[in-house]
């Protein structure tokens, strides 16, 4: 779960049979509404998109009772055939490493999967920082 995915977030974890949900707010607890008065307001921070509710909206439950639901089985089976790669990648990251380093291990697990063809990047020698190769 989270406020909002990139379209490039929802490739990948269709990729590796990860489920998503975009809340597309922020949540709070209602007793907070009074504090957060000034944040949510169009002349301070604007944060538009803060809601105060303590009972999940109908489009959660739905998700959870339906779409996870109806996906399950495709999306399971999708995940356990790359759970090896998935746990050598989170071993890799669990390392103090650069970011660079950590950029080209994302890479590689972009390679693996087939997000990225090996001929149309090659990180060694077209590394820099700012590019997006995804």
Known sequence: MARKFSYKTRSLFKEL????????????????????????????????????????????????DSIVKSQ???????????????????????????HKERDRLFFELLREIGLVEKKEYDFDEDYDDRNDYF
């Open 17 to 64: 049979g990860i489920l998503g949900f975009e809340t597309h707010n922020q949540y709070f607890l209602p007793k907070l509404e009074e504090e957060m008065k000034d944040i949510r307001h169009k002349d301070g921070l604007g944060f538009a998109d803060i809601r105060f509710k303590d009972e999940p909206e109908k489009r959660y439950i739905t998700f959870f």
């Open 72 to 98: 399950e089985e495709s999306y399971r089976h999708n995940f356990f055939s790359h759970l090896d790669l998935l746990k050598e990648y989170s071993n890799q990251l669990s390392q103090v490493i650069s």
